[in-house]
């Protein structure tokens, strides 16, 4: 499609510049440094997706990501708002942005050269719509900088640096400078500057987010009013009128006390707000961004790993299960997004204890499982809304970015050595901090099964530690090497250490009992109970349940023995892959499906909230149980 009249012909020159700029589809290029030096060293590593390669339940999903979803996006919808100004959604810009995030990041684990051709591609028609201003929005220019304007330039400039520190493509960082420079230009304190608060919603919350790519640019070129820029967005924050984000975190430490309390977009602030902590060093900036993790896993947080629902914040465990408007996708992702960012900052595994709770749960549950649609808001009990349409909502272009980024974390390093933060089944080529590379592969049919095999193939016998994350509810794990019982203090939540010397070939096996437990509900989910099974939280699900459908049956204790748990392998047209398992327990009839009072025993079949509802049938995480849990204490 030609590019609209106005766009002039300098544009088109770039645009052209840009293929004489890109490599060979096959080639794997380092990704482009940094020019400033970060003020606070990484304590983990992000993981380039190349090095990683995971299989199993991780890999099968990450795959049917990039295949059935990335691969497939209509390239042409998603250029239509620039094309063709003003776009069919006011929000309609960042969908471009964010798939170029995800779909970099796609390509550079799965080197799909489809994948690399659809991303040269829409790089060169994305700049052909840049104005000469350097605008890069869909809208019409009297109704620019209103609603999303400033937000879809975030997510341009949030997948063009993708792009650009992945390819080497220097055209995609001259679009994106333009971009910063247009803003730089048009808010400010100075005379006719406009107030970027006023520029979007949610008390400037929505625009202000511009942070986390004005924050990286001036990191990759070094140049110093886009610092000046993130200092005058961190101002504004504080104003009279701001949301007042890192001043309500550090006297408050409520995150439904900052702005207004919307949580995709305080979330979004607050992913830039560590990369300016990562930048200048300013401890109060960690600090404030510590005590909102604390708040909503203390009391914000919903069991599958999400938070929010009608997309805010809410007062103290106000978590309704059933609302149609729970669990917002793209919260889910700026969530995971923050965990790996406090992750790799302070090396901590409670971080990396939350990322494997949202992924294996509210972010693959968010997925259908072939890749093909995402749910908008998936909440604990209903039906999945999966859509595949872009015109339906935003939530349709993050949730892939979340699957994408799995490879960042999942295996990585740290100043001692290698780190395994996700027990998955897979493989990766991790550089020490010596420069040395270490191939690290970790046989595995986790979550099906709790015995982990790791095979170490350092080039040279070499002296490093290796850290193996054990899960917060793990009970005990037993670790081997090379077949002999090792001396490896750890307790569950932390990483249990191995330092020594390593050799091609060596061996670390690592076993966690995979029990069932129940969670006893308190709060708003009195009298009710949930079943979780290794790191999956399960829900009956009406497609394995045809006989008594939810609503007719409650458990008939909360205790694990009474409930007789078992698990076998699922049937296969219910199977997302190879070790997908059922579970089942003792359950009784409140009434049959002619709504008859009953006390039959039955089997209640459960699947992990991930494959739940995947046939659109009705599910449920927490269950009705007699006797109700005990009281909690006040």
Known sequence: MNAPFRIRFRQQLIAFSCLAVIAPATAQMPLVPEVVRCSVPDRQAAQSPGAEHLDGFLGARIDANASNRLLKVDEDRMLQGFRHRPGPQTWDGEHVGKWLHAATLAWAYNQDPRLREKLDRVVVELSKCQLDDGYLGTYLPEKRWTEWDVWAHKYDM???LTYYRFTGNTNALAVSRRCADLLCRTFGDGPGQRDILDAGWHMGM???????????LYRLTGDQKYLDFCHYLLARWESPKGPRIVSTLLSTRRV?????????????????LLEFYRTVGDPQLLEAALNAWQDIVDKRLYLTGTASYKEYFHDDYDLPNGNAEVAETCVTVTWIQFNAQLLRLTGEARFAEELERSVYNQLLGAQKPDGTCWGYYVQLEGRKPYSATLSGNCCLSSGPRGVALIPTFAFTTDAEGIVINLLADGSSKLVLHDGREVRVDLSSRYPADGRMHVVLHPPTPKSFAVKLRVPAWCASARVAVNGQPAQAAFRSGDYAVLRRGWSDGDSITLE???????????????GKAALAFGPLVLAADDALNPDFPIGTFILPSVSLDKLDFKSRLAPEDHRTWSGDETFSIRAVLTTNTAGHATGEPVRLNLASFADAGCTLAPYQVWLPCLPPGPTPPP
């Open 256 to 272: 439904d006390k900052v702005g207004n309390a919307k949580a995709y977009e305080m979330l979004s602030c607050l992913n830039g």
């Open 512 to 526: 966690i009992p995979l029990q069932p437990r129940v969670i006893v509900g308190e709060h708003g989910n009195r």
């Open 206 to 216: 929505a625009p202000t987010s511009v942070l986390e790519p004005m924050v990286l």
């Open 158 to 160: 949030i997948g063009l």
